[in-house]
Nanobody, 123 residues
Framework: EERLVASGGASVQPGGSLRLSCAASGFPFSRHAMAWVRQAPGKGLEWVSHINSGGGNTYYADFAKGRFTISRDNAVNALYLQMNNLRREDTARYYC????????????????WGQGTQVTVSS
């Protein structure tokens, strides 16, 4: 059974940092590009970042460039997102997923993504 469990979300002040983690199981993790997507209340899913299967190539949405860093550890089937200089508009539930190269805006989280992890940025 494919399962993706995100963790590490919290409530932080603007300018703060968080490191999100994702534990993957049930599929050949090291053979898949992976992504972080997020969903703010009342909004569709939004692509944040993705990384190729080997971890050598990373890509970021404009809002994430220079602030977020995606990484992975294929030895332990883990995906990470280091988030620095967080902004109020980063408030969302964050999910990890296989990267599909699609428009996520009209989608809803898949059951296999689990509950994601909530990031709240407020002062």
């Amino acid at each position: 059974e494919e399962r993706l469990v995100a963790s590490g979300g919290a409530s932080v002040q603007p300018g703060g940092s968080l490191r999100l983690s994702c534990a993957a199981s049930g599929f050949p993790f090291s053979r898949h590009a992976m992504a972080w997507v997020r969903q703010a209340p009342g909004k569709g899913l939004e692509w944040v970042s993705h990384i190729n299967s080997g971890g050598g190539n990373t890509y970021y949405a404009d809002f994430a460039k220079g602030r977020f860093t995606i990484s992975r550890d294929n030895a332990v089937n883990a995906l990470y997102l280091q988030m620095n200089n967080l902004r109020r508009e980063d408030t969302a539930r964050y999910y990890c997923t296989k990267y599909q190269g699609i428009d996520y805006t009209s989608m809803t989280p898949r059951e296999s993504w689990g509950q994601g992890t909530q990031v709240t940025v407020s002062s």
